[in-house]
Nanobody, 122 residues
């Protein structure tokens, strides 16, 4: 199985930056795609960004394109989400996700992290 552990959330002012990290462990060789979702209070969970393995193709939600960057450090089994120019509407719990066979935005991912809170003040 795969375990995902997130870190890096916190409180930041609008216009600031945060970098989220997701460390994968266990049967990491089985992962095809990893990405990030977020869920704000009272809203549905929404896709943010994803990166495929081993090619590294990326995908972003329109709401974050140009501001967020997803990347991978294979040596550390870690996926990052660099978030720049943060806006109050980015406030949400951010979840790392992984799937064994499909892009995470195209399915219900097989694995989820515990979530990390990102709060952007105006």
């Amino acid at each position: 199985q795969v375990q995902l552990v997130e870190s890096g959330g916190g409180l930041v002012q609008a216009g600031g930056s945060l970098r989220l990290s997701c460390v994968a462990s266990g049967r990491t060789f089985s992962i095809y795609d990893m990405g990030w979702f977020r869920q704000a209070p009272g809203k549905e969970r929404e896709f943010v960004a994803a990166i495929s393995r081993p090619i590294g193709n990326t995908a972003y939600a329109d709401s974050v394109k140009g501001r967020f960057t997803i990347s991978t450090d294979n040596a550390k089994n870690t996926v990052y989400l660099q978030m720049n120019s943060l806006k109050p509407e980015d406030t949400a719990v951010y979840y790392c996700a992984a799937d064994r066979s499909q892009a995470v935005q195209s399915t219900t991912p097989d694995y989820w992290g515990q979530g990390t809170q990102v709060t952007v003040s105006s």
